[in-house]
């Protein structure tokens, strides 16, 4: 874990190395129809998702290995006078509750084999949103540089079958940095042959 605290330590204190402030698109774009109350973020990183949440009134725990990312989250958090909980850790040493979240975020992380955890840290009818690298033939301009850290097609979907999927896509989108190759996934803790599917509005398909 140190080596890899170091890697992001080092990648997050370049000045060329930059997030979007603002949340992924499809976070944004379903913000009404999530359930209120207290949120994760995993790897959180410079905070984009964390103070969306914190900002519509979430309860906000949000967690990253790397210390300069958390410094330059904090940064922002005072800067926009919003308060989060800002954990520096691995996932792997997280001890989540049960039932613990309404809304489970992740963007750009690999981490598949802590999905079980997650979702058993998600309420009864909470949401999770998370987005993700894919493997692609397709020229991308974004993403890791090695397969192993990108999913393959349908693995998101696949991981994630014992929830109700909302909404699951595959596509180029530009993103910080240009193009890249996501899998977007949006689930929720439910079961149950019949649910309730809020309507969203038209998205923008160039965010």
């Given at each position: 874990?140190?080596?890899?605290?170091?890697?992001w330590?080092?990648?997050?204190?370049?000045?060329?190395?930059?997030?979007?402030?603002?949340?992924?698109?499809e976070?944004?774009?379903?913000?009404t129809?999530l359930?209120?109350g207290?949120?994760?973020?995993?790897?959180?990183?410079?905070?984009?998702?964390?103070?969306?949440l914190?900002?519509?009134?979430?309860?906000?725990?949000?967690?990253?290995?790397?210390?300069?990312?958390?410094e330059r989250?904090?940064?922002?958090?005072?800067?926009?006078?919003?308060?989060?909980?800002?954990?520096?850790?691995?996932?792997?040493?997280?001890?989540?509750?049960?039932?613990?979240?309404?809304?489970?975020?992740?963007?750009?992380?690999?981490?598949?084999?802590?999905l079980?955890?997650?979702?058993?840290?998600?309420?009864?009818?909470?949401?999770?949103?998370?987005?993700?690298?894919?493997?692609?033939?397709?020229?991308?301009?974004?993403?890791?540089?090695?397969?192993?850290?990108?999913?393959?097609?349908?693995?998101?979907?696949?991981?994630?079958?014992?929830?109700t999927?909302l909404?699951?896509?595959?596509?180029?989108?530009?993103?910080?940095?240009?193009?890249?190759?996501?899998?977007?996934?949006?689930?929720?803790?439910?079961?149950?042959?019949?649910?309730?599917?809020p309507?969203?509005?038209?998205?923008?398909?160039?965010?």
């Amino acid at each position: 874990m140190t080596g890899e605290r170091e890697r992001w330590n080092e990648k997050y204190s370049s000045v060329e190395f930059e997030l979007p402030d603002d949340p992924v698109p499809e976070l944004e774009r379903r913000l009404t129809t999530l359930p209120d109350g207290r949120a994760l973020d995993v790897a959180t990183g410079t905070g984009r998702n964390a103070l969306f949440l914190a900002d519509h009134g979430y309860d906000v725990d949000a967690v990253d290995i790397s210390d300069a990312a958390l410094e330059r989250a904090e940064a922002r958090a005072d800067e926009r006078g919003v308060d989060v909980n800002w954990l520096r850790a691995d996932l792997a040493d997280l001890d989540l509750a049960d039932d613990a979240y309404d809304v489970i975020t992740v963007s750009f992380f690999s981490a598949l084999e802590h999905l079980p955890a997650l979702k058993t840290a998600l309420a009864p009818g909470g949401v999770l949103v998370y987005e993700h690298h894919l493997r692609s033939s397709d020229p991308v301009e974004v993403g890791p540089s090695s397969e192993r850290y990108r999913y393959r097609s349908n693995d998101l979907l696949r991981a994630c079958l014992d929830l109700t999927i909302l909404s699951y896509e595959e596509r180029r989108r530009p993103v910080a940095g240009g193009i890249a190759a996501v899998a977007t996934l949006v689930a929720r803790n439910s079961s149950g042959g019949t649910q309730s599917y809020p309507k969203l509005a038209a998205r923008d398909l160039e965010s």
